[in-house]
């Protein structure tokens, strides 16, 4: 079955709230830091669907017909290239949001957004959320923040892969991974991982390699386990301290 195509399964958001207890809880930051009387507003919009592993949610180009709020799992911003090739640009998980466009008055996207851990999330048709950010004050502003801190993670990823090893960025990827999934055990394959780093496979073994070996990461089945975060901290690049601390600089004046 084409998975771009596929209808994802979907459940009505209304149904739901951040104290549910059958398995169906929201749990995307920017819904659960809304005003309550935003939040009620806005929830009854909402369809809870299921996303498939490789779920293309836009292509480069696509007109947006609707947004995301990530609930669970992991979706990747690729940039694409002419040859066909990609490289990973950002991460988005229960913090974020797919459809950043969107909020700058934009309808078409720039990027490739997939599924690379398969997820729930919290759609919303296009039209809908336009009218919610000129009624919603403290939407807008946390997509705004949102879109902020995207474009600063984008910026800094691209210096990333620009100046530092694959042992290095694979180390910071991975430490993202576990961020936005809360989980030391990450669902994701060498060659998945080749590909987010703009690397061969090859090397991105080779580094896997290196890092198990130390003892930092551990490997099977598809499933890469952190089995010492302070020590993959240390090898990773400073871009993932880097933009750690912007992120909590930015929290800070936001309070």
């Not at 997820?119 to 959320?129: P, Q």
């Not at 009624?135 to 474009?151: A, D, H, K, M, N």
Request: charged share 25%.
């Amino acid at each position: 079955m084409d998975l771009k195509s596929a209808r994802p399964a979907v459940k009505r958001a209304a149904a739901f709230s951040h104290s549910d207890t059958d398995g169906n809880q929201i749990h995307n930051e920017i819904l659960l830091s809304l005003p309550a009387v935003e939040r009620d507003l806005v929830l009854p919009k909402l369809e809870l669907v299921r996303l498939k592993l490789h779920h293309m949610l836009h292509e480069v180009g696509d007109t947006i017909k609707s947004a995301y709020f990530c609930n669970t799992g992991m979706i990747s911003i690729l940039t694409v290239f002419p040859d066909g090739k990609s490289i990973e640009a950002g991460l988005v998980g229960k913090e974020g949001f797919v459809g950043l466009p969107l909020v700058a008055g934009f309808k078409s996207a720039s990027s490739r957004a997939m599924v690379q851990v398969e997820c729930t999330a919290l759609r919303i048709e296009a039209e809908t959320l336009v009218g919610f950010l000129r009624q919603c004050p403290g939407l807008e502003r946390r997509l705004q923040q949102v879109s902020q801190i995207t474009g600063m993670e984008s910026t800094q990823l691209s210096a990333c892969n620009r100046l530092h090893g694959v042992e290095q960025r694979l180390a910071r990827w991975l430490l993202m991974c576990s961020d936005r999934l809360s989980s030391p055990s990450l669902p994701l394959t060498q060659e998945l991982l080749a590909q987010m780093l703009g690397a061969r496979r090859a090397s991105v073994t080779i580094a896997a390699g290196i890092l198990q070996k130390a003892g930092f990461i551990a490997h099977s089945r598809g499933i890469i386990t952190i089995a010492d975060r302070q020590r993959l901290e240390e090898v990773s690049c400073e871009c993932y301290e880097m933009m750690l601390r912007q992120k909590e600089r930015w929290g800070r004046d936001a309070s």
